[in-house]
């Protein structure tokens, strides 16, 4: 089993569509929860952090389940400039992993 | 501007010849940086962890003669990619936590396109 496991995608939505993305992780002493952006043929950026209460910025909402060891990201309202590679990513001890990315085209 | 700066960002080099890339730190000191290798639709993978003033930790599978690590400062790494073959073309990328090892962020350089004919 994959240490991050994420929705392979590819997504294809049109403008304004609210679009989720989920992720699930098999180390249990995962601490630190992350979704990355990646544009192509560029570095990953972050987007947000991921805690235990939820959060939320803007337009983009992320949330974490411990039990069931599953984080997710929820896109409203989406936009053009959303398109890229979601990038879901656990931390733990100095060791990062990441999960294989779900591309999303967001469409006129 | 970026806290972790990679070069170079292109390189185009012969079969069997030695690239180089380095990774910097700016602005802070850096004891751990991680190398990932990133094929075209696929995701990061992590080949190793390199550590100032000690040997890298590489992944299961990467070949440490291949890929040499040298962590030579606290705001220095490289990779170099010995005797290259077209089937290490990829995308090479560097990244470093954070001084205080929050775990809130990771900084990650450019990266770096590696073409091999």
């Known amino acids: 089993r994959k240490e991050v496991e994420q929705d392979p995608g590819p997504f294809n939505v049109p403008e304004g569509a609210t679009v989720a993305f989920n992720c699930t992780y098999s180390?249990?002493?995962?601490?630190?929860f992350f979704w990355y952006r990646q544009d192509c043929r560029k570095e990953p950026k972050l987007l947000m952090s991921v805690y235990s209460s939820g959060n939320e910025d803007g337009r983009f909402t992320a949330q974490l389940n411990r039990a069931s060891q599953y984080i997710s990201l929820l896109i409203r309202d989406s936009k053009l400039s959303d398109s890229a590679t979601y990038l879901c990513v656990v931390y733990n001890n100095n060791d990062m992993r990441f999960g294989a990315g779900t591309r999303l085209t967001v469409k006129p | 501007g970026a806290v972790v700066s990679q070069h170079p960002s292109w390189v185009i080099c012969k079969s069997g010849t030695s690239v180089k890339i380095e990774c910097r730190s700016l602005?802070?000191?850096?004891?751990?940086m991680f190398w990932y290798r990133q094929f075209p639709k696929q995701s990061l993978m992590l080949m190793a962890t390199?550590?100032?003033?000690?040997?890298?930790?590489?992944e299961q599978g990467v070949e440490k003669d291949k890929f040499l690590i040298n962590h030579a400062s606290l705001t220095l790494s490289t990779l170099t990619v010995t005797s290259a073959h077209p089937e290490d073309s990829s995308f090479y990328i560097c990244?470093?936590?954070?001084?205080?090892?929050?775990?809130?962020?990771?900084?990650f350089g450019e990266g770096s396109w590696l073409t091999v004919v």
């Open positions: 990244s470093a936590p954070p001084p205080d090892s929050s775990g809130n962020t990771i900084y």
């Open positions: 390199s550590n100032e003033g000690s040997k890298a930790t590489y």
């Open positions: 602005d802070f000191q850096a004891t751990t």
């Open positions: 180390n249990s002493a995962s601490q630190s």
